[in-house]
């Protein structure tokens, strides 16, 4: 997983609640065994309307995506989470995610950033000024060159795990003494 | 020692190493073909093997055709042949298409006694929750978190909150699981269980059936929630009583397995069944939900502006003048036994509407068996619907079985999302009975009234 310590894109705003995984990647995108390549295919029925907003020539090349509510809610696919980073997505921020979205999408490098109706509302008007942000993980800070600074939480596991690109999977291996333990335990 | 939750008994008796998130045992790892292959890659890619295969069990289910012969679908093949050759390099039990026992995976764990009271279970998929209903703590994972349990065991994984609804009152006639919790995620929205575990309780609880008790637990998912749980009870361990894996006698634990007098939940949500009306989904996610005597109603944001234009829906109609074209009654939701049974009861004597085609995809092998035992596939057939082999099917649409673009279909799944059942298609979800009398009627009729 490529790390992820601090980005600086123009923002593609997708003013939608509700957005669900099977408008992110439909099932016809499933059969595939590969992890990778899925980018072309984001929101595959969605993209043949021309007004649909991630058309828009100011959101072409945005790594910074600005979601609605509940975002990348039902079904558990990973394939989202890829779809979404593929096509250039490092960061979302949204007022509420799906809680399987949120982690697919921590293991897939793309951090789920939660903020407040209130907060998106005042960058959302900040952006269509000047389309750029800044999101740092390292600062947990998202910054505009008009000067705005706005502090976000991001948990202290899953913010390693970003900045580090880190293997989950290593990670957990590192406590095979514990997952041992555990099992002698309930034998 | 303080009061604890059905929830945090569960929980606290898997943590390896706590902490936020906490590293948990899983105790059973349901795996099927399309959110593994990526998976398996991982383990091979990295030299891992697959750590407990006792622990693990593998079916095909999501793209499989329902029809017999060979596949066709050379995409939906590659990604079956390689669940057989991951299962076969790995040394995963697998319950492949003809073995008899396949299935929906969230039909066939139930059914063969692998999912158990207590229990944590995980597979790559977000109706997982189901398990629940048997007093487990079961929810859906990612992909990597299919490699890491894998690989490991364990998932790491932040404890959620706690919400009890309680369900009281008693059921009316013709209203059955799936109104009560289509019921629920119109009450509390579909993202109002996000962050939660949810424990279904009351006496409307008590007295439904498993498979009543799995339809609910299935859909916690659809109300944001990943997982959803029932404690368990005489029914349960009269469900489980002679399934191939479970075990011969009660363990004492078992009936331990239930929220103490005062434990505490982050939120309790009361509903009065004996209120409840048959619902009926007029829009694209399942909270947009309304009684079946009622009518489209009025937008109220731009998400519902946008679900009437793509259902092609008009405010103010009444529901049971939408006329519809399809019927599907099946998947992990409403496919076991005693729904097919409730289907079949309303189908009985009568034909399927002349402008309808209807089917009936068995939620498993050994559901369908136990059908055709009980002459449910010759109700079905002699009315007119179409009588498939166990698999996912039209529930997503990964197999031939979709709708055509503006197709309108009444369906007992779980996902009404824009072109779920196909590209363009409009569903709308239903318990069994009604989807079969919306079958004989060819719109959406009031269950109640045809007796
Ligand atoms: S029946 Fe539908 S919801 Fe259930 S596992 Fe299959 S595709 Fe998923």
Known sequence: MRPLVRVTSNVAVLDRADVDTDQIIPKQFLKRIERSGYGEFLFFDWMKDPEFELHRPEFAGAEILIAGRNFACGSSREHAAWALEDYGFRVVLAPSYSDIFRRNAVISGIAPIELSEVTLGELKSTV????ELTVDLEA????HPSGLRVPFELGSYERETLIGGLDDIARTLEREDKIAAFEAAHS | MADKTLFEKIWDAHVVDDGEPALLYIDLHLVH?????????GLRREGRKVRRTDLTVATMDHNVPTEPGPIRDPLAKAQLDALAANCEEFGVPLYATGSGREGIVHVIGPELGLTQPGKTIVCGDSHTSTHGALGALAFGIGTSEVEHVLATQCLVQSKPKTMKIEFVGELPFGVTAKDMVLGAIGEIGIDGGVGYAIEYAGPA???????????ICNMTIEGGARAGMVAPDETTFAYLQGREFAPAEIPAAWRELRSDPDAKFDRVVTIDVSKLVPQVTW????????????VVPA????EDERALTYMDLKPGMPITDIVIDRVFIGSCTNARIED?????AVVNGHKVAASVRAMVVPGSAGVKRQAEAEGLDQVFTNAGFEWRQAGCSMCLGMNPDILAPGERCASTSNRNFEGRQGAGGRTHLVSPAMAAAAAIKGRFADVRELG
């Open chain 1, 128 to 131: 269509s000024a000047v389309n």
């Open chain 2, 340 to 344: 097919l049974r409730a289907a079949a």
């Open chain 2, 205 to 215: 609880i008590e007295k439904l059936s498993m498979e009543g008790r799995m339809t």
């Open chain 2, 33 to 41: 073909e399309v959110t593994s292959p990526q998976a398996f890659e």
């Open chain 1, 140 to 143: 947990l800070e998202i910054s």
């Open chain 2, 299 to 302: 937008p109220a944001s731009p």
């Open chain 2, 283 to 294: 829009g694209t996610n399942p909270g947009m939900v309304v009684p079946v005597d009622g």
